[in-house]
């Protein structure tokens, strides 16, 4: 199975920064990339697919980006509804593989 | 808009068989791939595997032997059981919608999960 490493593993930032959220998979996956947002109690979003595709009604400033086996989610200017666990996902080989979570909590 | 929901016991013994539903609401089974994902306390995401409208299935490689899924077209469900828990299967489990319809989707849409305890 592909591995997935995220780093941070935890995040403290303020609204208004500018966050950035690193996936590393453990061989090239073809920009094959999702990235899901989680909050507690609530079911998991889709944000990113392919990389770098923004899931329909998702807010511009979330972007993926990316190539080979490391990829990243940035997220322009934080808000206060963006506090919550991102976790990267690999769709290039079955079966599917998650990374860890990276849980972004309020300075 | 479609809304997807786990409904199942949150409690099962040990050496017994897991069983969930999932119900969309809002739209048509009848397309896309339909999956189950699970979480373990403090742990990473599972993907467990999907079935197809059609009742065709593709199961995570590491479960295959314990795990059944159906549907039901007539009542927009789908259903998992996995056979032989222990507590090593305690776990928040999920279904989602896969796109697109093959073996490395993503999911675009999710329930808020259910949490199976696996316990005596």
């Known amino acids: 199975d592909i591995q997935m490493t995220q780093s941070p593993s935890s995040l403290s930032a303020s609204v208004g920064d500018r966050v950035t959220i690193t996936c590393r998979a453990s061989?090239?996956?073809?920009?094959?990339l999702a990235w899901y947002q989680h909050k507690p109690g609530q079911a998991p979003r889709l944000l990113v697919f392919?990389?770098?595709s923004l899931q329909t009604g998702v807010p511009s400033r979330f972007s993926g980006s990316g190539s080979g086996a490391e990829y990243t989610l940035t997220i322009s200017s934080l808000q206060p509804e963006d506090f919550a666990t991102y976790y990267c996902?690999?769709?290039?080989?079955?079966?599917?593989?998650f990374g860890q979570g990276t849980r972004l909590e309020i300075k | 808009q479609v809304q997807l929901q786990e409904s199942g016991p949150g409690l099962v013994k040990p050496s017994e068989t897991l069983s969930l539903n999932c119900t969309v609401s809002?739209?048509?089974?009848?397309?896309?791939?339909w999956s189950w994902i699970r979480q373990p306390p403090g742990k990473g995401l599972e993907w467990i595997g999907y079935?197809?409208?059609?009742?065709?299935?593709n199961f995570n490689p590491s479960l295959t032997s314990r795990v059944f899924m159906s549907v039901d077209t007539s009542k927009n469900q789908f259903s998992l059981r996995l056979s032989s828990v222990s507590a090593a299967d305690t776990a928040v489990y999920y279904c989602?919608?896969?796109?697109?319809?093959?073996?490395?989707?993503?999911?675009?849409?999710w329930g808020q999960g259910t949490l199976v305890t696996v316990s005596s």
């Open positions: 989602a919608r896969t796109w697109p319809m093959v073996a490395t989707g993503y999911f675009d849409l």
């Open positions: 392919a990389a770098s």
């Open positions: 996902q690999q769709h290039y080989t079955p079966p599917v593989t």
């Open positions: 079935i197809s409208n059609t009742g065709s299935t």
């Open positions: 809002g739209g048509s089974i009848s397309t896309y791939y």
């Open positions: 061989q090239r996956i073809g920009n094959s």
